[in-house]
């Protein structure tokens, strides 16, 4: 790799970072469950929306005061504690009947609030449009020559269909610690399993936070739309494949691999081949 990293940086490299950070193109305001912070809603969200389902649950869902300014607040209709795993799916499966919801996963992710600390969990469709801060993990893997492995999106997939991306992409669920995202989502994508890999370490992350469609995590029509706001860091870990070892995608998310050499994965990088996520996770691989 060290002929590709001792390269100057790309010209696409400075504007991809750029595009990684920016501010919502349509008023949002905070939004709150149980009376902490988790996230962010456009301000105009839940006009118009049945509000029933949550009142049959004994939930309210109010624009109050939150620190001195509005915010959307879910919480206990009868001020009550409030199980707010609970409420926040009830919210998600209200987004998903109005059709202001991304797909559904039946996957639960985490929910923090500013401090970083959890305090629940959301079906993973709900946290665009909530503004809910995600995590995912990356794997950059080479073989024993130098090539890197990429895969083929499927064209199938929801975001950034066809586009390529590292050998392994993946969110970071409820359930899972880094590690265990790393070696499921390295199984379901790849079919190799972490033990079998060499030299496997973390090698940093990369953070975004951007607006993006309700369900999706950018692309065509994102910004138009900014229905979702896209906040993530990225954890990525490098390894080397070694020889004998060919990934092989187990849950049909991926169209097909490749051991790209550097001048190729440098021309398709420069051509915006692959996804947004995966290209700032390769510059700072390559330390650009």
Not at 128 to 154: D, F, K, N, Y
Request: aromatic share 6%; hydrophobic share 50%; proline share 6%.
């Amino acid at each position: 790799m060290s002929a590709l990293a001792s390269l100057p940086r790309p010209a696409w490299v400075a504007p991809a970072r750029a595009a990684a950070q920016r501010p919502p193109v349509r008023p949002r305001l905070p939004f709150a469950v149980a009376g902490q912070v988790v996230g962010s809603v456009a301000a105009d969200l839940f006009d118009g929306i049945g509000l029933q389902p949550l009142i049959g649950e004994g939930l309210s869902l109010s624009k109050d005061e939150q620190n001195g300014a509005a915010a959307w607040q879910l919480r206990r209709a009868d001020a009550g504690p409030c199980d707010a795993t609970a409420a926040l799916n009830a919210l998600a499966r209200v987004l998903r009947a109005a059709g202001r919801c991304g797909p559904w996963r039946d996957e639960q992710l985490a929910v923090a609030d500013a401090a970083g600390r959890r305090v629940g969990t959301v079906e993973r469709g709900a946290v665009r449009p909530l503004g809910i801060a995600t995590r995912a993990v990356h794997l950059v893997a080479c073989t024993p020559e130098g090539a890197m492995w990429v895969q083929q999106r499927s064209f199938g997939k929801a975001t950034h269909p066809g586009q390529w991306d590292t050998l392994m992409g993946g969110m970071v669920s409820a359930a899972d610690t880094l590690d265990e995202a790393l070696a499921r989502e390295t199984w379901e994508e790849a079919g190799l399993a972490i033990a079998e890999l060499q030299a496997v370490e973390h090698g940093g992350h990369v953070d975004f936070a951007r607006p993006c469609e309700a369900g999706g995590d950018g692309g065509a029509g994102a910004e138009a739309a900014g229905t979702g706001y896209m906040v993530e860091r990225i954890d990525w870990f490098r390894a080397t494949v070694p020889h004998g070892l060919v990934p092989a995608n187990q849950d049909g998310e991926v169209e097909r691999f490749e051991a790209l050499a550097l001048a190729e994965l440098q021309a398709r990088l420069a051509a915006g081949a692959f996804t947004p996520e995966a290209a700032l996770v390769l510059a700072a691989f390559f330390g650009w």
